[in-house]
């Protein structure tokens, strides 16, 4: 049974950071294609960052050169590392993992597309950024 646990969510000022992680068990592919998607209250769904192959990565535009994501495969473990945060930030964060590996390309964060491939999903985490 494949467990996806995320953690690292909190209150948070503008400007501030912080570090999500997404602790997986049962889950032997750590390798295969990860991410982290956000939702915001009354709004749909949406993809933050992707891993695939090679640690090639990709970021939704409204969070590129502030959030990093990267994972430790010896702790099964995948990060988000949050910077500058903005009041647009604030939502539920969870961590999704594939069965198969992916080119970590930027349509892995387009839902609409690409929401059966994401087979296992965290409960999230919460983050709110007070401006």
């Known amino acids: 049974q494949v467990q996806l646990v995320e953690s690292g969510g909190g209150s948070v000022q503008a400007g501030g950071s912080l570090r999500l992680s997404c602790t997986a068990s049962?889950?032997?592919?750590?390798?295969?294609?990860m991410g982290w998607f956000r939702q915001a209250p009354g709004k749909e769904r949406e993809g933050v960052a992707v891993i695939g192959t090679g640690d090639r990565t990709s970021y939704a535009d409204s969070v590129k050169d502030r959030f990093t994501i990267s994972q430790d495969n010896a702790k099964q473990t995948l990060y988000l590392q949050m910077n500058s945060l903005k009041s647009e930030d604030t939502g539920m964060y969870y961590c999704?993992?594939?069965?198969?590996?992916?080119?970590?390309?930027?349509?892995?964060?387009?839902?609409?597309?690409?929401?059966?491939?994401?087979?296992?999903w965290g409960q999230g985490t919460q983050v709110t950024v007070s401006s």
């Open positions: 049962g889950y032997a592919h750590i390798r295969y294609c």
């Open positions: 999704a993992a594939a069965m198969s590996y992916c080119t970590g390309g930027s349509h892995f964060l387009e839902l609409s597309r690409v929401r059966d491939f994401y087979k296992f």
